[in-house]
């Protein structure tokens, strides 16, 4: 199970921290990935951190965006900073099959 937080509204150019923590699997051996919905479009991929922290980003947040990982609590974040307008909609957790629930996070400009 997935429990994404911390999601919410936020000034452009500003930062949120997300979290997604994870229950019932071994979290610290699986690949865990973040993703975005924004209203009226697909689900996006917006990054990747591996269970030794080897991390990937779409290249509209790289510079932007950190993942990273807390394997003794079961936890990945993502820590969005100089957020803009276009990072607008709901982020998503995903390990192997399992989705969060996700978090809205909306960006004003």
């Known amino acids: 199970q997935l429990q994404a937080s911390g999601g919410g509204l936020v000034q452009a150019g500003g930062s949120l921290r997300l979290s997604c923590a994870v229950s019932?699997?071994?979290?610290?051996?699986?690949?865990m990935f973040w993703y975005r919905q924004a209203l009226g479009k697909q689900r996006e991929w917006v990054a990747t951190?591996?269970?030794?922290?080897?991390?990937a980003y779409a290249d509209s947040v790289k510079g932007r965006f950190i993942a990273s990982r807390d394997n003794a609590k079961s936890t990945v974040y993502l820590q969005m900073n100089t957020m803009k307008p276009e990072d607008t909609g709901v982020y998503y957790c995903?390990?192997?099959?399992?989705w969060g629930q996700g978090t809205l996070v909306t960006v004003s400009s």
């Open positions: 995903r390990l192997n099959t399992n």
């Open positions: 019932g699997s071994i979290f610290s051996r699986n690949t």
């Open positions: 951190i591996t269970s030794v922290g080897n991390t």
